[in-house]
């Protein structure tokens, strides 16, 4: 069992930068692929960004370039940094666990988060 609780979302400018932390418990946090997943007003969750335990990433192409994402297996914590902010970024943002192999292109993930508010205005 892994739970996972976001933070660092919040209320930015458009062009301003946030960072996302999601402290996940237990042991295996290291086995997970971590993802974080987005869902605006009216609209289907989409993926983000996703980062094997080996280091490989994916990013939806409307982030790239902008969004990062990183994991410290030592503190059990995945991170979302958040560059040139965009109005249309603005969505709830969830952290999630997946086991398994690596799978950029998947939903399908075992454990989410609660999930943290990010809206950018313009």
């Known amino acids: 069992q892994v739970q996972l609780v976001e933070s660092g979302g919040g209320l930015v400018q458009a062009g301003g930068s946030l960072r996302l932390s999601c402290a996940a418990s237990g042991r295996t946090f290291s086995r997970y692929q971590m993802g974080w997943f987005r869902q605006a007003p009216g609209k289907e969750r989409e993926l983000v960004a996703t980062?094997?335990?080996?280091?490989?990433?994916y990013y939806a192409d409307s982030v790239k370039g902008r969004f990062t994402i990183s994991r410290d297996n030592a503190k059990n914590t995945v991170y979302l940094q958040m560059n040139s902010l965009k109005p249309e970024d603005t969505a709830v943002y969830y952290c999630?666990?997946?086991?398994?192999?690596?799978?950029?292109?998947?939903?399908?993930?075992?454990?989410w988060g609660q999930g943290t508010q990010v809206t950018v205005s313009s």
């Open positions: 980062r094997s335990s080996g280091g490989y990433t």
């Open positions: 999630a666990a997946k086991s398994g192999g690596w799978d950029p292109s998947t939903k399908l993930y075992d454990y």
